[in-house]
């Protein structure tokens, strides 16, 4: 048994507590991995926040992180003490029909055991003060030690920055996969991404490499548009500064309508006016933000039945063993970018900070 730091949430809309906590070994299957860095993310303020059904306490969030693994339990074999890795809250196992499946990345194998917050025997891996703490997202990198499951965890190159790599075990490549993978985006096309927060800039990075020729950022948070141009934004607007709906101004300025919309914020209003700003005939639009529970999302039928088409995404579309080491081996090639987005680095015992720091936008 480990005993480290870690950030624990012992009820909702409480902020987190540092904590001393005991990490169990890796039963069969696992493996425990020291995390050297985590980001913070929206889902993470979200269940923390009571709103999650899924939510249980007292549990460890976080779910951006890397490290290294420091030990591995029976029968695994794709990783070994030593590796640097990225803990990976949708696994793959390989087996399931949905891993088989090139449609989705979305493995079932361990999603009920996942969902409430413990490891695929049903039991938990953290005590804090003689208590049973509840994992998230099969991650809980808001710990210096975590135990996860051996098909949630991509070995990546060793010599990647972890302090910068983290942000792909979620952000990043859910907004560049939106764009590359679920929307397919093509050279020349007209496109619209609503929300310029971590996860509407890596939208924008992918529509950009996808060759898009126009790009509309949109946030009422007029601070955001010099990051969002950075990133390949051509123009940035705010609803805020038009008296009629946002979806009727981008049918305006783009003679019709975009070809591609995506919506970066879990606003259902939003996620409406992201599909009616798309064109008429061909124009698609992405749901990427993830909406409050029992919410539920309008138009009128007649915007589908005139070719719009209306997706939603969950981690971009990748396979996750399979494309986040070589999302890392991108990076490191330069084809995309991860330090641009990293804002503030702060010592684990400031993560409250940190929170305070995304929920202002900044």
């Not at 942000?167 to 985006?185: E, R």
């Not at 949109?218 to 955001?224: F, H, V």
């Not at 409050?292 to 005139?306: C, D, H, K, N, Y």
Request: hydrophobic share 40%.
């Amino acid at each position: 048994v480990i005993k480290c730091k870690a950030a624990v949430a012992w009820e909702a809309g409480k902020p987190l507590s540092l904590e001393e906590v005991e990490v169990a070994p890796p039963k069969a299957h696992e493996v425990r991995i020291k995390i050297i860095a985590t980001a913070v993310c929206h889902t993470d303020a979200y269940t923390l926040s009571g709103a999650d059904p899924e939510g249980c306490f007292p549990v460890i969030l976080g779910h951006e992180g890397a490290g290294i693994v420091e030990s591995v339990g029976e029968g695994v074999t794709k990783v070994k003490p030593g590796d640097t890795v990225i803990p990976l809250y949708i696994p793959q196992c390989g087996e399931c029909k949905f891993c088989k499946n090139p449609k989705t990345n979305l493995c079932q194998k361990i999603r009920i055991t996942q969902g409430k917050g413990v490891m695929p025997d049903g039991t938990s891996r953290f005590t804090c003060k003689g208590k049973q703490v509840y994992h998230f997202m099969g991650t809980s990198t808001f710990s210096e030690y975590t135990v996860v499951a051996d098909i949630s965890v991509a070995k990546i190159d060793a010599a990647a920055p972890l302090d910068k790599v983290c942000l792909l075990g979620c952000g990043i490549s859910t907004g560049y996969g939106a764009a590359v993978n679920t929307a397919k985006v093509e050279s020349g096309s007209m496109c619209a991404v609503f929300g310029l927060g971590g996860v509407g800039l890596a939208v924008i990075m992918g529509c950009k490499i996808a060759g898009a020729s126009r790009i509309i950022g949109i946030d009422i948070n007029k601070d955001k548009y010099a990051k969002a141009k950075e990133f390949g934004a051509t123009e940035c607007i705010s609803p805020e500064d038009f008296k009629k709906p946002i979806q009727e101004v981008l049918v305006e300025m783009t003679d019709g309508g975009v070809d591609y919309s995506f919506e970066c914020i879990g606003n259902v209003e939003v996620m409406r006016a992201a599909l009616e700003a798309c064109h008429k005939g061909w124009g698609v639009s992405v749901i990427v933000g993830v909406a409050a529970a029992g919410q539920e999302i309008s138009t009128r039928p007649f915007q589908l039945v005139t070719g719009r088409t209306w997706k939603g995404t969950a981690f971009g579309g990748w396979k996750s063993i399979d494309n986040v080491p070589k999302l890392v081996t991108d990076y490191m090639s330069k084809k995309i970018k991860v330090d641009e987005f990293v804002t503030h680095t702060l010592p684990f015992d400031k993560i409250n900070e940190a929170f305070e720091l995304m929920h202002t936008g900044k």
